[in-house]
Each structure stands twice: as C-alpha cells, then as structure tokens.
C-alpha cells in the first residue's frame, strides 16, 4: 500500500508542477521567465503562424549616472514582484542624424526610443515551444561608436527566433563621450561602452537558460562598429568565456576609425572639457567631476566639436584592462580566443558616408564627380596623407578600362573609402583568424539591392542593408518586399543560425533552405561566397589587389615620403 501511495503522491506533485509551471509561463499578461535578479514578463507575438516570447527592456547594468557616468557598468540590482519585460527600453545617449530629416534612408537608423542615460537593458526573443538547450545569438549593432540602437526595427530578432529554433538577444550599450571618455584613469578609463558589452554578456551566459537557450551556445555578430566590437571580445581575455563563434560583417578592430591612439584619446577628452565648460587646468579628477555635472544632452551636443581625423571623435582605446595590447600584436601572436568566424561585406560599402559632405555627392544627383572632387574626396576619406600617397590611390583605383564612364570618379572613391574604412579591415581580419588551425574562417560578399531600397538606385548595396536580409525582414509581407527576396532572406537567415550552431553555414538538414555551397575560407584558394537573390555563387580573392595595396604599400609609401602623419598612427592595417 506505502509503495501504491507513493506512486499517486508523486502522479500528483508532477502534475501540479506541470500545471502550475503551465500557468507561470502562459499568464494571461504574458509569459514569465525567472532569472537570477528576479521574474520577467514579456510578450507573446505572432510570426507568420509561429510564436514567438519577446522579453524587451531588460535591465542587466545599474543605470550609468552621476559618479558612474564615464565609468564601467556594474550589475543591475534584483527586483521584487514581476519585471514588466513587454516594451524596448530607453536608448542610451546620442544625437539623431538630422541631416535628411524624414528620409527613409536615414531615419530608419535614428533612436526609436526616449534617449537616455539609463540605458543598460537587453532584450530576449524566444520561440515556442520553449526550446531545451538551444543555441543563442546576441546581435551587436554598429553607429561608429557615436551612435545606435538596439531596438530599430531592422535589428528585431522575432523573425530568426522563430524559424532558426534560437534565442536571440540583443543589449543597448553607451555610445559617444558616455561610452569612450577616455582620460587615462579610473574615473574615466575609456572602453565603458564595451564594457557594457561584456556585462550583457555575462548576463545572458548566467541567465539563458532560463529561457531555453544553452550559456555554452551562444554566438556573438554584429555590424559595422558591431562587427568591430565583436572582434574586440574575440581580443579581449575579459571576454573569451562568454561566447562560443563570431559573426562580423563589415568591420573589425582594424578599421582604422575603431581604435585611437592614447594621446589622442586624451586630447579629445580634455577638448570636450573644455567645450562643455570644464576647466582643464586642474586635477584632472576635478575636471571629470565637473563633466558628471553636466547634462547628459550638452555631452552630446558637444562630441562632435573635438571631432579630428580618424573620422568619429570616440572610439576604443588600448586602457591595459579590457584592450591589453594593440590588435594586430594579438592578431601575429594568437593572443585572442581562437574560435570559426565568418566575415564579409556589402558590395559598395562607401557611398554611404560620401552622401554626408564628400565633394559633389548628393541623394537627390548622380553623383558625377570631377576629377578635381575625385582627390578632394580622397583626402578627405583618408586624412592626414601627402600628395604623393594621394596621388598613388588616385591611380589604384580609376577604372582604367572604363575611364570614359561618367561615373567611374564616383565609382572609384566609392570603392576607395569602402576598402579602407570596412573592407579590407574585415578581410584582414578574417584572414588572420583563417590561419588558427582547425578553426573555420568564412567570407561573403553581399550584393543585392532590396526593391524598397530608400536610395537612389546608382548608390549600389550600401553599407548596412545587408541587415534587413539577417533578420529577416522581408519574409514579413507587411514589409514590402518581393517573395524572391523572402527566399533570399530565408537562406540568409539559415546561413547565419547554422554557422552559430554549428560552426559550418551551409545545409544541416534535406529540408534547410540554406544551399550547401559555401566553402570555407583558405589562405591558397582565398573562397568567399556571393550572397544574390538570383543565386549564390562561389568566388576567389575578394577585394585581394586594393587590400595588398593598403596593406602592404600605401602605409609603407606615405612614411618614406613625408613627415610622420597622423594618418600613420590611425592607420592600423598591416599585414597580419
């Protein structure tokens, strides 16, 4: 009888937890989730007949302000009762691009969010039903350190949870002067905003199982300033445990604007100081405490006055804590977490940023420079050069089989400031990690134009717009896309999740929509697959003659024929 009793009080007990599990999970507000600072209620949404649990908002860094302005994050404090996780949180402090107010093309980058300086919240995109030690993707984006947001419609996560079988997350992280003051102490460090990185890091490794997800499966991507921050925590031995594999996409720590020079650095800092009305003469303690006093907005509203060369006046510094050593010193030693990558880039990577000030570029014109604009916006994407070194990229890159094009200036600094800004800082990059062995390096090169694209159709595939196809985007009709381009979206979205899960991007399964032709990248072949809706297609030696010419030439040209530029000290590329 003991034995039969048993029996129905344990048929019992897991029937009440079951039942009572079911209720927690499924309330009628939204399902729970608990973690380790206390319970969460997201959302339920609805993708394309899948569901899919968001947990939006949620805060894993105490908020940055007063004495912890400028400093790195420390942990968000538990909360008692139930986190209401149902709506994106604030964005964390910048200015909004205002240079083409209402265009498409440029608002769908602006905040989309109050902007504030509590700021340090992650979000959470699960499917259902709940997965069991699923892999997870934490997406990173870019802004050039100034800029950016996690809750832009083209970063949402919903459409990969639900068709990958992932948990995706993604975490806001400060930008700018808030993010990258960097004065050479502790009060100021420099490197805060990756910092919070690395805090949204440990909080998913800590808490993803909560959600379904695997701590030991998580994969970190990214783009543009994304793209180089995930390098960074491939560099950076603070980071090396958290995260499994290493997507970047147009960018990495070579990128000669995502690292500055100490000096620099300072320089920049104690400018800003000054601009916000801060006296420098003192102690320098004395002069952060002054910056804590002032608005957050006056911040923001001042970074841009000690603007200088290398483009974006905050960047990641070398501090000896989070940043130990210079990333190419890393990159020739394999001091760095020695993992499979995938790297690649858009097909016109630089017109983007020519449409802000470069000589004769315009949105609403062709673009049909002269050749005198055609140096002018040499100098200007590449500071700090002499003549002679202006001439020599004059020459690299003018189409000499078709010099008679009206558009072959335009074309050539597109070209131009695309290998030096994103390209070849990727590539490199990528190739170095490519000679760790037994570790899978692939490359890509994306170059379809979606058909709601909000340029002008000449500016190509821009930088950024691969994004929409990662996500997903045009698999959701509501967005305007063809059903090609759902397909398209579909097979990239495969790619990107099977890379993360397994380390290899192509076909897994008889029914994966991925195509199984993408080789991995080989220092003899240099393969890299072309991402077109019309087919994907295998090809050798991306951009390999332009990025030698950066690499192994133009460096070593402007030192030999002028005075030690600060192009020099910005220009990181070597050969690696």
Known sequence: MSAIRDYWILVLLVNLTVHTWTAVAQSNNGPIVTTLQGRLQGKVLDVGGRTVNAFLGIPYGAPPVGPRRFKPPIAAEPWNGIYNASSYPNTCMQLPDTTFPGYKGAEMWNPNTHVSEDCLYLNVWQPSPVPVGATVMVWIYGGGFMSGTASLDVYDGRYIAATQGVIVASMNYRTGAMGFLSLGNSEAPGNAGLMDQNLALTWIKENVASFGGAPNKVSIFGESAGAASVSYHLLSPMSKNLFQRAIME????????????????????????????????????ETIECMRGVPALTISENEWVVWGLCQFPFAPVVDGNFIREHPTVSLQTGNLKQTDVMVGFNNDEGVYFLLYGAPGFSKDT???????????????????????????????????VNFDQPSMYRDAIDNLSGDYNFICPALSFGKAMASFMGRNTYQYKFVHQASNFPWPKWTGVMHGYECEFVFGLPTDQKNNYTQEEAVFATQMMTYWANFAKTGNPNKQTLEDPAPDVWQPYTEEGQEYLILDVGGNRMANGPRSKSCAFWDN?????????????????CYILRTV
């Not at 002018?376 to 050069?385: A, F, Q, T």
């Not at 030439?553 to 000290?569: H, P, V």
Request: aromatic share 10%; glycine share 6%.
């Open 250 to 285: 147009s960018a990495s720590a070579l990128s000669p604007w995502a690292l500055l020079p100490d000096a620099e650095a300072h320089r920049r800092g104690v400018e800003l100081a000054k601009a916000v009305g801060c006296s420098t003469d003192s102690d320098i303690e």
């Open 366 to 400: 062709q673009s049909l420079i002269t050749r005198e604009q055609y140096l002018e916006g040499i100098k200007m994407s590449v500071m700090g050069i002499n003549d002679i070194s202006v001439d020599a990229l004059s020459f690299q890159y003018i189409d000499w």
């Open 553 to 569: 030439y133009l460096w070593e040209l402007d030192r030999k024929t002028g005075t030690r530029s600060f192009f020099l000290l």
